[in-house]
């Protein structure tokens, strides 16, 4: 019984989450009819643009990406592959900036004489990264994340490979 009031209020989280998904796409309908209203010409010589910059809120490609999704046949369907969209756009930037922190460039690696020292560099970087990564990522993208801190980490072997042979040579 002590989980009651907590299943209750997953339940209301759920709910205004789902009301704003809700609200996302009806706030694409009304944009999509005031844009009809704005081009017959409703708002006098107003142009759609400069209608939508003085009355909303929200940037013109905001809206146009709800308008978009609010058009689609299914828009909670549109709404949710656009979420994902975002998600993995910005775990792709999460990630970048995490390499650029690990300072994990292949072409960065300093030249050593030793083997060791080399793959111990190119562990000890990949290792930052892995954790930075581990850190900034959501639970189900972690694994994906660590997919390409691995290549990351091979990328950075085959580099030390490559500059090994030029030094034999």
């Known amino acids: 019984m002590s989980n009651s009031p907590l299943v209750a209020l997953a339940d209301e989280i759920n709910a205004c989450f789902a009301k704003t998904d809700d609200l996302r796409i009806l706030a694409g309908k009304n944009l999509l009819e005031a844009k009809g209203l704005v081009e017959a010409g409703e708002a006098g010589r107003t142009t ?15 809206c146009r990406k709800i308008m978009s999704i609010a058009a ?23 990630a970048r ?23 111990r560099c190119a562990e000890i970087q990949a290792k930052a990264l892995r954790e930075t990564l581990v850190a900034i990522t959501e639970h189900d993208k972690r694994a994906q994340a660590l997919d390409l801190v691995d290549k990351c980490l091979e990328d950075v072997r085959e580099d030390i490979r490559r500059r090994e042979g030029a030094l034999i040579h």
């Not at 689609?72 to 999460?94: G, I, N, T, V, W």
């Not at 900036?97 to 793959?119: G, I, Q, Y």
């Open 48 to 62: 759609w643009k400069a209608w939508l910059a003085e009355n909303i809120k929200r940037s013109e490609r905001d």
């Open 72 to 94: 689609s046949p299914d828009p909670a369907a549109a709404l949710k592959k656009e979420q994902e969209k975002a998600r993995e756009a910005m775990a792709a930037s999460r």
């Open 97 to 119: 900036s995490a390499t650029k922190r690990a300072n994990v460039s292949p072409e960065e690696l300093p030249v050593m004489s030793s083997d060791v020292e080399r793959m």
